[in-house]
């Protein structure tokens, strides 16, 4: 028979555990809300702060050597501060971009990476840390590299000193990193031929998988825009030396009479007073958003070439090969009117700066107007 005696341990053991799970509870909440919250770290003193901000400041007006010793005093002084993670990363851009320093630049980033760097930067320094110290014996080379990177000379300055440097260091670890801005810089130079040449230089050296999608675009816009203007032009010169010599063979002078002529000076007459009234048009075209704009000298130009076009008419209507074939001028001489203003038109645009662009648009707003046309009918 069980006595009181013998129930009081389990009483107390009960009492005990009811107490133990708030205990348990207060913990387990204690600890969570002791543990730091992701994107919320402790603030820093005003003095950290100011400094960080002034690092900024002369990081963004390209006073890097400042930039530098800021970072530096961030870093050595305020080793527990938040703003630390932020000047080691910088200190090892700085010097790996801008004050061009290898041996300071591996010495941040190999910091950043052991004490600072998260699980998705991790690979990228790793490679970075890699490049770096396999540039250590090219260091002056690679001085000069970044010195024209960050020049901000312009496309045609960057360009040359980007050529000398491949010219004295042809074998640079970082060539196809200087073919790659020399593609880029060609191709806003309107020179396709020679992007299409440095980016094809890239592709031969280490395979296609060495270019990114975006250098891969441009390597295809390249070789498209440099057959436009060499392939294409110099077909578009053959036919219309052609014609002009198929005209000049049937003689036509020999046809040519005082009327004839006069009744030819109409026809520029006209077309020039169809072009002075179709200017204000012109105009008054809202051109905003609109990628490539035609100058005004390119239309009277244009106005210029039309006049050709109409002399050359005149000049195959007297031909000596009509005069016994009437039939066939009709038949045949609007044909030879179109592939000659067509001819004209192409090599007039594509020696315009950004021609083949200009082409591109132009083909994609007549297969437009070929879908709309189509539709209506």
Same mark, same amino acid.
């Given at each position: 028979?069980?006595?009181?005696?013998?129930?009081?341990?389990?009483?107390?053991?009960?009492?005990?555990?009811?107490?133990?799970?708030?205990?348990?509870?207060?913990?387990?909440?204690?600890?969570?809300?002791?543990?730091?919250?992701?994107?919320?770290?402790?603030?820093?003193?005003?003095?950290?702060?100011?400094?960080?901000?002034?690092?900024?400041?002369?990081?963004?007006?390209?006073?890097?050597?400042?930039?530098?010793?800021?970072?530096?005093?961030?870093?050595?002084?305020?080793?527990?501060?938040?703003?630390?993670?932020?000047? &080691?990363?910088?200190?090892?851009?700085?010097?790996?971009?801008?004050? &061009?320093?290898?041996?300071?630049?591996?010495?941040?980033?190999?910091?950043?990476?052991?004490?600072?760097?998260?699980?998705?930067?991790?690979?990228?320094?790793?490679?970075?840390?890699?490049?770096?110290?396999?540039?250590?014996?090219?260091?002056?080379?690679?001085?000069?590299?970044?010195?024209?990177?960050?020049?901000?000379?312009?496309?045609?300055?960057?360009?040359?000193?980007?050529?000398?440097?491949?010219?004295?260091?042809?074998?640079?670890?970082?060539?196809?990193?200087?073919?790659?801005?020399?593609?880029?810089?060609?191709?806003?130079?309107?020179?396709?031929?020679?992007?299409?040449?440095?980016?094809?230089?890239?592709?031969?050296?280490?395979?296609?998988?060495?270019?990114?999608?975006?250098?891969? &675009?441009?390597?295809?816009?390249?070789?498209?825009?440099?057959?436009?203007?060499?392939?294409?032009?110099?077909?578009?010169?053959? &036919?219309?030396?052609?014609?002009?010599?198929?005209?000049?063979?049937?003689?036509?002078?020999?046809?040519?009479?005082?009327?004839?002529?006069?009744?030819?000076?109409?026809?520029?007459?006209?077309?020039?007073?169809?072009?002075?009234?179709?200017?204000?048009?012109?105009?008054?075209?809202?051109?905003?958003?609109?990628?490539?704009?035609?100058?005004?000298?390119?239309?009277?130009?244009?106005?210029?070439?039309?006049?050709?076009?109409?002399?050359?008419?005149?000049?195959?209507?007297?031909?000596?090969?009509?005069?016994?074939?009437?039939?066939?001028?009709?038949?045949?001489?609007?044909?030879?009117?179109?592939?000659?203003?067509?001819?004209?038109?192409?090599?007039?645009?594509?020696?315009?700066?950004?021609?083949?662009?200009?082409?591109?648009?132009?083909?994609?707003?007549?297969?437009?107007?070929?879908?709309?046309?189509?539709?209506?009918?």
């Amino acid at each position: 028979m069980t006595t009181r005696m013998d129930l009081l341990p389990l009483k107390l053991f009960s009492i005990r555990r009811i107490l133990f799970l708030p205990l348990l509870v207060l913990t387990i909440f204690g600890t969570l809300f002791s543990l730091p919250v992701p994107g919320f770290t402790a603030q820093d003193s005003p003095a950290v702060a100011e400094l960080k901000q002034k690092a900024q400041h002369a990081y963004v007006d390209r006073r890097y050597a400042e930039a530098a010793a800021i970072n530096l005093e961030i870093a050595e002084k305020h080793p527990e501060s938040a703003a630390r993670h932020y000047a &080691v990363q910088m200190l090892g851009t700085l010097y790996e971009d801008n004050l &061009v320093d290898i041996k300071k630049a591996i010495k941040w980033d190999r910091e950043f990476l052991e004490k600072y760097a998260d699980p998705r930067q991790v690979p990228f320094y790793k490679e970075k840390l890699a490049s770096l110290e396999k540039l250590m014996k090219q260091e002056q080379a690679f001085k000069t590299y970044q010195a024209i990177r960050f020049a901000n000379a312009g496309d045609e300055i960057m360009v040359k000193k980007f050529e000398a440097l491949l010219k004295e260091q042809p074998d640079f670890l970082l060539k196809d990193d200087v073919l790659r801005e020399l593609g880029y810089a060609y191709d806003r130079l309107d020179k396709r031929r020679q992007s299409y040449l440095a980016f094809k230089a890239i592709e031969s050296h280490k395979g296609e998988k060495k270019l990114s999608s975006t250098d891969q &675009v441009a390597l295809k816009a390249a070789s498209r825009y440099w057959q436009m203007s060499w392939a294409w032009a110099w077909g578009a010169w053959a &036919v219309i030396i052609m014609l002009w010599a198929v005209v000049l063979m049937m003689k036509p002078w020999q046809h040519l009479t005082w009327t004839s002529i006069r009744k030819f000076l109409l026809w520029p007459v006209l077309w020039v007073a169809l072009t002075a009234a179709a200017m204000p048009s012109f105009y008054s075209l809202d051109t905003t958003g609109y990628p490539i704009i035609i100058p005004d000298t390119a239309v009277y130009i244009a106005a210029g070439l039309n006049l050709i076009i109409l002399f050359w008419l005149l000049l195959l209507s007297k031909g000596k090969f009509w005069q016994t074939r009437p039939w066939a001028l009709r038949f045949l001489s609007p044909a030879l009117a179109m592939v000659m203003t067509m001819a004209v038109l192409y090599l007039f645009v594509i020696y315009q700066p950004n021609g083949p662009e200009i082409i591109d648009i132009f083909t994609v707003k007549l297969h437009h107007w070929d879908g709309e046309l189509r539709r209506m009918l």
